[in-house]
């Protein structure tokens, strides 16, 4: 199904397996629990629970659906990566699926993990100051 709907968007997809040339290519590693987006490109990574690779798939598509001008507007990685998440869920939403409490969660924490990507980029005592401040504490 999600072959369809990345067809039906002109979105190249690749589904990652164990062992295929992909994994040869880039180390196995690169594609546990993870995918990558590029353009209107887009490989999905290995996941041990196929509603996470399914959210993963339509957050990836998020990144290619977000519109222009609200990209534009993001600031920050996290927005960048916050609206990927709106407009993947918009997208699920739309055929009908929806995913469990334990997704979400998991999805969130993904999220969470971009927050202060800038910051981090200026060293160790400058993020300890910001997550200090914000009450970032449990990053
Ligand atoms: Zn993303």
Not at 39 to 51: A, F, N, Q, R, S
Not at 76 to 90: N, R, S
Request: a neutral charge.
């Amino acid at each position: 199904m999600i072959k369809e709907i990345a067809d039906y968007y002109g979105v190249e997809l690749v589904e990652v397996q164990s062992g295929d040339s992909f994994c040869k290519t880039n180390g196995e590693d690169t594609y546990i629990d993870r995918s990558f987006v590029a353009g209107k490109y887009i490989e999905l990574g290995i996941y041990t629970d196929p509603e996470k690779r399914l959210v993963s798939f339509f957050h990836e598509m998020g990144h290619i659906l977000t519109p222009k001008r609200v990209h534009n507007k993001c600031r920050t990685k996290y927005q960048v990566e916050e609206k990927a998440w709106k407009y993947g869920y918009k997208l699920a939403k739309s055929f009908g699926i929806e995913f469990n409490k334990d997704t979400k969660q998991w999805a969130k924490e993904q999220l969470n993990g971009y927050k202060g990507y800038e910051e981090r980029e200026m060293g160790e005592e400058v993020w300890a100051q910001i997550k200090k401040d914000r009450g970032w504490d449990n990053l």
